[in-house]
């Protein structure tokens, strides 16, 4: 089933912390969650899921967390522990009040790699979208391209010596 839709409570709970009421408004993972057009990202991955089953997790959440791996690093476990303990990381995965318990399964992110495939290509492209809109990033940045193929597999094949060439032992 698709994800559910975030929805803001909009109203205060007298017995929790709003996120937006004890974080630094300006902090920069709150100006880039602001830039995000998180609604259109959600109408890019919606036909990965069809509409019967149980609802998935918000499209915000999981997007949100692995671009914050990303963004600092961090490995799954790592973005999900750090997620618990701070405040710009909840409101960035669009929390709205601050959360003691991590909502979902740490195995959900390698999950959701998994269904999305090729439409990582997309938050690739929002991403560079974004950095381009608030001058992070300048047309002559994207001129010159390098690639490290350091991790990519070689062309080349495993040639076993031939037996004429192996030194005998002489013994």
Known sequence: MRPKKHRMAGSNDLFRARLDQIINMKHELVL???RIDWDWIDGEIAPLYSENGRPRI???FMIG???LKHIYGLSDEGVCERWLHDPYFQFFTGEEFF?????HERSDLSHWRKRLGDKLDLLLAESVRVAHEAGALRSQDLKRVTIDTMVQPKASAFRPMPSSCMRRSGG
């Open 99 to 103: 959360q003691h318990v991590f909502p």
């Open 58 to 60: 918000e499209t915000r």
């Open 65 to 67: 967390l692995l671009l």
């Open 32 to 34: 880039l969650a602001g």
